[in-house]
């Protein structure tokens, strides 16, 4: 079975860690459950508040960075105006300094593991150095592709 964990952690960005969600949930369905979804922290099970609007989203587990699979980073949502403790980039950081950094690297150094991101999830990666030497790519802050 192939397991995908959507990391939370507290100002992720809702479209982000919701759309891959639902589309691996929907992929579920078809494939008759060949695979599992669900949302982790690196704290464990805990309710974790999205950014801007704070909807609160319950995670049911913890982020193994050993379980073969998919791990799916969201980017940060909040005030795209100025670096203040609300911008995306402050966010992030608050992230990195919780255990997510070092469970994220762990992962990364799995052969059997996909760790992908979304819009600014590839900036938490950067920023805790787990990008060093690997091909990545973001749209700018603040700029969706629309």
Known sequence: MLTVQ?????????????????????AAMYAENALSVEFVTAEGPRIVTSGINGLKIEASGRLNPERTGIIL????SGDVEGD????PPAILSRALNT????LIERALGQKDIIVATVCGGSLLLAMGGGLEG?????????????
């Open 73 to 76: 980073v969201p980017g940060a």
């Open 99 to 102: 255990e997510l950094a070092g």
């Open 6 to 26: 959507v990391v939370l952690f507290d100002g992720f960005d809702l479209l982000d860690a919701i759309a891959p969600y639902e589309v691996f949930c929907a």
């Open 84 to 87: 203040g403790p609300n911008s």
């Open 134 to 146: 690997r091909p990545a790519g973001t749209p700018p802050l603040g700029q969706n592709g629309i």
